[in-house]
């Protein structure tokens, strides 16, 4: 499933540090805007302890974690919604992507120049809303313009997506990004099939200094309050400690240096985590001397949709599906001890998938 997160941010907010930290990739981390020209895109694992549990049980020959692509876009500056720098570039980029984090530099250094001079968290991420806004306003605006024309013929439907336009474009020029709407339906769907950058689900990544990681600062604290009414996530770094533990070469060394930080884990496994519940996404599993494998589907899909995702022909042919709960699967340890204590339950079409479900699919072509 090649679900992207795009990394965004003013230049010099240690956007690429972070994600060569995430991906172990070498994309240019360098003292001066526009370091990352193209968007560099990673392919990363998502941590997550139950599967390693899962292998610790079942001692199979492979063990396969899910992943999602993370995207590093170039920098933004005030003026990109016209043009300015790499601004039509960037806002390109960010289209393609299905979920963002916004990384907002929350620490000093002299040796590293901020685009406009000085620290302030809270109006660079103004700067970028107020830019995505812009664009949004110009492609709801054209939309504005479009429906009106088929709805001077006097259909009914027209003149509800123009009324619901005329809304979304007043919403916009308040200066409010478009996923504070709380749209559904018909008028969800509306909105979704325009695309617009502010209607993305976002979440926000403090970098702070190495001594703010547990606590945070005077930036981190007045930075929540900003974004206390938005519906996002935040969560605070340090890339330049990320950048040290990649930069590791064993598991074990990497969690000695996390712990000798006072942290349970690394910074960079909460930002992937974040990101995937951000995309809406779940987890299930298959288990066997083969392989124990973590699967990526949507939350709410049902079985032959979960089953669509080893392949095409499991959701064509299905015919059931064979579930164990991850939590009965480790109180038994095994398949069979779960199935002769009548855990293993037989569902068909329409179950939908639950976090953490051990499954087996059975189907016929």
């Not at 103004?126 to 709805?151: H, N, P, Q, S, Y």
């Not at 298959?286 to 979960?306: D, I």
Request: charged share 30%; hydrophobic share 40%.
């Amino acid at each position: 499933m090649a679900l992207q997160c795009g990394i965004v941010g003013l230049p010099n907010v240690g956007k690429s540090t972070l994600f060569n930290a995430l991906t172990s990739a070498k994309a240019l981390a360098a003292n001066y805007p526009f370091a990352t020209k193209d968007p560099n895109v990673g392919i990363i694992t998502v941590p997550d302890e139950r599967l390693d549990k899962l292998a610790e049980l079942v001692n199979p020959q492979k063990v396969l974690p899910t992943t999602i692509e993370i995207v590093d876009i170039a920098g933004l500056i005030k003026g990109a919604s016209k043009g300015e720098g790499l601004g039509n570039q960037f806002l390109a980029n960010i289209r393609e992507v299905d979920a963002i984090a916004h990384v907002v530099r929350c620490f000093d250094d002299d040796n590293i120049v901020h685009v406009d001079g000085n620290i302030d968290p809270v109006a660079d991420k103004e700067i970028i809303d107020m830019e995505l806004i812009l664009k949004d306003i110009e492609v709801v605006g054209k939309r504005v313009e479009k429906i009106a024309k088929a709805a001077k013929s006097g259909d009914k439907a027209e003149k509800t997506k123009l009324e619901w336009a005329n809304e979304l474009l007043a919403h916009l020029e308040a200066e409010k990004p478009a996923r504070t709407l709380e749209w559904e339906d018909e008028k969800g769907k509306f909105i979704k099939e325009m695309m617009l950058l502010t209607y993305k689900p976002i979440l926000y990544v403090c970098n702070v200094d190495e001594g703010s990681v547990l606590t945070g600062n005077t930036y981190t604290e007045k930075f929540k309050a900003a974004v206390a009414n938005e519906n996002a996530g935040v969560v605070l770094i340090s890339a330049a400690i990320e950048a040290d533990i990649a930069e590791l070469d064993t598991k074990e060394e990497r969690m000695e240096f996390v712990q000798e930080m006072g942290l349970k884990e690394p910074g960079v496994n909460r930002v992937i985590q974040a990101c995937y519940k951000l995309l809406n996404l779940i987890t299930y599993f298959t288990a066997g001397e083969k392989e124990v494998r973590a699967w990526t589907v949507l939350e709410g899909s049902k079985a032959p949709q979960a089953a669509g995702v080893i392949h095409t022909d499991f959701e064509k042919g299905f015919i059931r599906a064979e579930v164990i709960k991850y939590n009965d699967f480790i109180t038994y340890g095994s398949e069979s001890k779960a199935r002769d204590n009548g855990k293993l339950s037989s569902e068909g079409k329409e179950y939908i998938v639950g976090d953490g479900d051990v499954m087996h699919f059975r189907f016929n072509v």
